[in-house]
């Protein structure tokens, strides 16, 4: 009695069922191998009908040698496979290219097209792609990734050194490292988007097979309403699921909002990772701080590195100074770079703004760039910006007011003149800044917070017996309040 094809197939999916093994089997099943349909029979010749090219990609990554034994077992050793895919033109002869997910309308595809699948037992042990179709390995991305971001001007400094060098390691190995997903997360301005558009454009340098997509959270939720409304929503996971590096800014405007985005996203993300592909976030937060994101959403991002951006250090904020001059070709003097970095600390945005401004008042009134000038800058960008006083910022106008280097208050010397200008930089830490007593000590030698105190309380006595001290007082809290 000969068998039908859908006989065929029910045979094919009650082995392959049976052997499907994990956790996942079961969604696995109902995921890649029911929404199969078998076509005809011919011989020892089935067909079947796959509902995207997305299924050719990972039936042939992940399930081929199952296929194999299943279809062998109810048809024998001669039996051939045969698959159909619903194609759009875009495919059929030329590569695809797309800046924004594929759209494939129903009323538009051509009719199924058949890709011959030999399954023979003396063919070679490792099975021939049986599921290329012209194009799909050529399809070309609008990556939307900036030229201008690039690691090589991203200036490293303790405030993103392990950030950086993740970075690093995920463009070489992309997907093949513990860094997967990669989370760079930090406060507003501290060059988290620079960072990963750096990483995708490193990645595609090492790797230019590779297909490498940035996109904004508020794109990503924006394509994805828009699939919902033309009924393409299939079509955009199956895009999203063919990217090699897939890198999302922004995250955090997912929170308690776009619910239906954030569970296909959780799919997308699934998908990547199992595959082996890579994953990078940003968000002004880590992980555990994001509020209002699914929780199995969360949990996956922490499966990987979360590395946070801090605010640069000052020796970071003079070498950011200096990158960005000399990329413009403009030259500063270096006590114009000393200045403005020591009194714009908040972070690299607001940094590039000042300078900016300093060029454009400098062009604008065909004046040369001075310290006088950039001091009158400097002056309204901070009370627009609202400046904070860091110990940074004490440690350099103490030094500066006595003429001695700024590492002599990290020296261990017990000099006099030493001794007094450190005491006075931890008096006015306490004073002007919100730091605690042991980072305070932390920032002045090495300190802790008992030497602090102590020398709170004799900047305090000295200011009452000794009239030279209590000048020096009164003029440095004149400075901190230019």
């Known amino acids: 009695m000969e068998k039908d094809y859908q006989k065929v197939w029910d045979e094919c999916l009650s082995f392959i069922s049976d052997n499907l093994v994990g956790k996942e089997s079961e969604k696995a099943f109902a995921t890649w191998f029911k929404p199969i349909v078998p076509v005809k029979l011919d011989g020892n010749t089935l067909t079947i009908q796959v509902p995207s090219p997305f299924f050719y990609e990972w039936l042939e990554e992940n399930y081929a040698e199952m296929l194999k034994r299943a279809i062998e077992r109810s048809l024998g050793p001669e039996a051939r496979l045969q698959y159909s895919v619903m194609m759009d033109t875009s495919i059929d002869d030329k590569p695809i290219t797309a800046n924004l997910p594929m759209t494939r309308h129903a009323q538009t595809l051509n009719p199924p097209r058949e890709v011959p699948f030999t399954l023979n037992n003396d063919g070679p042990k490792v099975l021939p792609n049986p599921f290329v179709i012209p194009g799909i390995r050529k399809m070309r991305i609008n990556s939307q990734l900036s030229a201008s971001y690039t690691l090589h001007n991203y200036v490293e400094g303790e405030c993103n050194r392990l950030a950086r060098a993740a970075g690093y390691a995920v463009a070489d190995k992309p997907g093949k490292t513990a860094f997967n997903p990669l989370m760079l997360y930090g406060g507003v301005g ?107 959403l969360t949990s996956r991002l922490k499966w990987g590195l979360a590395a946070e951006l801090l605010p640069p250090d000052v020796e970071t904020r003079m070498n950011i100074l200096r990158e960005k001059q000399a990329s413009d070709g403009v030259e500063m003097p270096e006590e114009v770079i000393e200045y403005i970095a020591y009194n714009i600390n908040t972070n690299v945005r607001e940094l590039e703004g000042a300078r900016i401004s300093l060029m454009a008042q400098s062009s604008l009134n065909h004046r040369d760039i001075t310290l006088d000038l950039a001091r009158q800058m400097v002056d309204r960008f ?17 030094c500066d007011y006595f003429n001695i280097p700024i590492d002599s208050i990290q020296s261990r010397t017990r000099k006099r003149e030493i001794v007094q200008a450190r005491q006075l930089t931890m ?13 305070i000590g932390l920032q002045c030698g090495n300190k802790d917070h008992a030497t ?15 009239r030279q001290f209590k000048g020096w007082i009164d003029e440095l809290d004149k400075k901190f309040k230019e």
């Not at 602090?452 to 900047?459: D, N, P």
Request: contains cysteine; proline residues 1%; charged residues 20%.
């Open 190 to 296: 501290l060059g988290k988007t620079h960072l990963a558009n750096a990483i995708g454009l490193k990645t595609k340098e090492l790797h230019p097979d590779l297909t490498v997509l940035y996109v904004t959270s508020e794109q990503f939720m924006q394509q994805y309403a828009d699939a919902g409304r033309n009924g393409t929503t299939s079509d955009f996971v199956h895009f999203y699921e063919l990217i090699d590096v897939l890198i999302v800014d922004d995250i955090q405007f997912w929170s308690n909002k776009a619910g239906r985005t954030q569970e296909a996203f959780f799919h997308i993300f699934n998908t990547l990772h199992q595959a082996g592909k890579q994953i990078i976030i940003t968000s002004d937060k880590a992980p555990s701080e994001l509020q209002g994101l699914e929780t199995r």
């Open 382 to 398: 901070v009370k627009s910006t609202n400046r904070e006083v860091t110990i940074e910022y004490i440690q350099k106008v103490v």
């Open 452 to 466: 602090v105190l102590h020398a709170c309380k004799t900047v305090t006595n000295l200011a009452e017996t000794d």
């Open 427 to 439: 008096y006015f830490a306490k004073k002007l800044t919100k730091s605690s007593l042991a980072i």
